[in-house]
């Protein structure tokens, strides 16, 4: 099972991405395989010299009755320390984003893939849509052909 954020291509350059894992409670595991998680809104912040995800949706487990979680709570995410001091660099000199670009499990384990992303201004949005139109055309192009 996949979670993907297909908006922050859309909306960010991706300049590095890293696999990190995140701190979870059981509930939160049970709804995430059930499929009731969304990573569209979050971002990740620097805080204390760790990294939490805020604004990620993971909606109650149906069977979880007074165990449940909050549904947006802010998670923390294992990276090792050089990774974050890494990280927190790029996003204090250069002035780029924390954005999650998408969930899977591996290893049973949930993981995350992190982007460190710079923002994309209205003319570089046009300019992706431009080239997502061009490769749709040449696509039908190719089909017919056939």
Same mark, same amino acid.
């Given at each position: 099972?996949?979670?993907?954020?297909?908006?922050?291509?859309?909306?960010?350059?991706?300049?590095?991405?890293?696999?990190?894992?995140?701190?979870?409670?059981?509930?939160?595991?049970?709804?995430?395989?059930?499929?009731?998680?969304?990573?569209?809104?979050?971002?990740?912040?620097?805080?204390?010299?760790?990294?939490?995800?805020?604004?990620?949706?993971?909606?109650?487990?149906?069977?979880?009755?007074?165990? &449940?979680? #909050?549904?947006?709570?802010?998670? $923390?995410?294992?990276?090792? @320390?050089? *990774?974050?001091? /890494?990280?927190? =660099?790029?996003?204090?000199?250069?002035?780029?984003?924390?954005?999650?670009?998408?969930?899977?499990?591996?290893?049973?384990?949930?993981?995350?893939?992190?982007?460190?992303?710079?923002?994309?201004? &209205?003319? #570089?949005?046009?300019?992706?849509? $431009?080239?997502?139109?061009? @490769?749709? *055309?040449?696509? /039908?192009?190719? =089909?017919?052909?056939?």
């Amino acid at each position: 099972m996949e979670i993907l954020n297909r908006k922050a291509k859309f909306d960010y350059f991706v300049e590095e991405a890293f696999e990190v894992g995140i701190v979870l409670s059981g509930t939160e595991i049970k709804a995430i395989r059930n499929g009731n998680c969304n990573i569209k809104d979050c971002y990740g912040i620097i805080k204390n010299g760790e990294i939490f995800l805020l604004n990620m949706y993971i909606g109650e487990y149906k069977e979880g009755n007074i165990f &449940n979680h #909050d549904t947006t709570r802010s998670r $923390k995410l294992l990276l090792h @320390r050089k *990774e974050i001091q /890494k990280i927190s =660099k790029m996003v204090e000199l250069n002035g780029l984003t924390l954005v999650p670009l998408k969930g899977y499990f591996k290893d049973n384990k949930f993981k995350i893939l992190l982007g460190v992303c710079r923002g994309k201004k &209205n003319i #570089d949005k046009r300019e992706t849509i $431009k080239e997502r139109d061009i @490769r749709r *055309e040449t696509l /039908k192009k190719l =089909k017919n052909f056939k």
